[in-house]
């Protein structure tokens, strides 16, 4: 028999290492049980929730071109984190006459094992869930704590080994001076070229386009305030824009969209 190696790790808590421990315990069990394995499939830092899986999705297209019977995983969950997807891409392998195994979970062919098998897609569902609501709730209290939740931070602010926000002193002043001029009349690019002029780098490291200002001059956290979906926290960081200001040079962008 013939068979596929299908391999996967998620950004939650695995690393790349994770992969060569998957198909070294799935190239073990083929040569036990006497399988030929003939190609691997493999998703790097990709979700089993999403069906955006390139490699997954051309292995289930390949399952058509009689290449393999057998698709190998380490362990169900890496197939699948729901019993919705796990019972409609597994009717699909059964379609095209390909069988799904697990090298690490022994799963029987009787009635015994349909019921096994369920209980491990369904604790596999659970663990995605619970793990996403972990995750929710440690993004919530970051944000009730004035802590960053990810990426570089934002222009006018350092963060501390904590991702704690605190007024920067160098870059803060060019933050709070666009408000002005753009209050005063000066429009986004103008501002633009201004920052550019100076040799002010965007948090990214680059120039400031007329994006970046806008975002700049739109986003709430200049006066205190962080949001994660629908929490709201003012006061939550210190604010280098006084709220006044931040409210006038809104009225403005929306009365120059409009004009």
């Not at 315990?25 to 083929?30: G, K, N, P, Q, V």
Request: aromatic share 10%; proline share 3%.
């Amino acid at each position: 028999m013939t068979a596929v190696i299908y391999a996967r790790y998620s950004s939650d808590n695995q690393r790349e290492e994770s992969i060569e421990g998957q198909i070294r315990e799935c190239t073990a069990y083929a040569e036990k049980n006497g399988i030929t394995i003939v190609k691997h499939y493999i998703d790097r830092a990709i979700s089993a929730k999403t069906d955006n899986r390139p490699q997954f999705q051309q292995m289930i297209k390949d399952s058509d071109k009689k290449l393999f019977d057998i698709v190998l995983v380490w362990k169900l969950d890496r197939f699948a984190r729901n019993r919705y997807d796990s019972a409609r891409y597994k009717t699909q392998l059964k379609k095209n006459g390909v069988k799904l195994m697990s090298a690490t979970e022994i799963i029987s062919e009787g009635p015994e094992g349909i019921i096994l098998e369920s209980v491990l897609e369904g604790y596999a569902e659970y663990y995605s869930a619970d793990l996403a609501e972990k995750v929710v709730r440690g993004q919530t209290e970051n944000i009730l704590k004035g802590r960053c939740n990810g990426g570089r931070g934002t222009f006018g602010y350092t963060l501390d080994s904590e991702r704690k926000f605190h007024i920067d002193p160098l870059t803060s002043p060019f933050v709070l001076e666009s408000f002005k001029k753009y209050n005063e009349g000066s429009t986004m690019k103008e501002i633009r070229d201004w920052l550019n002029e100076n040799g002010i780098k965007n948090p990214v490291g680059g120039a400031f386009t007329y994006n970046s200002v806008e975002h700049m001059l739109k986003n709430r956290r200049y006066i205190g305030e962080l949001k994660f979906r629908d929490v709201v926290v003012p006061d939550a960081i210190p604010p280098i824009v006084p709220l006044e200001l931040f409210d006038d040079v809104q009225e403005k962008i929306a009365k120059n969209k409009k004009a």
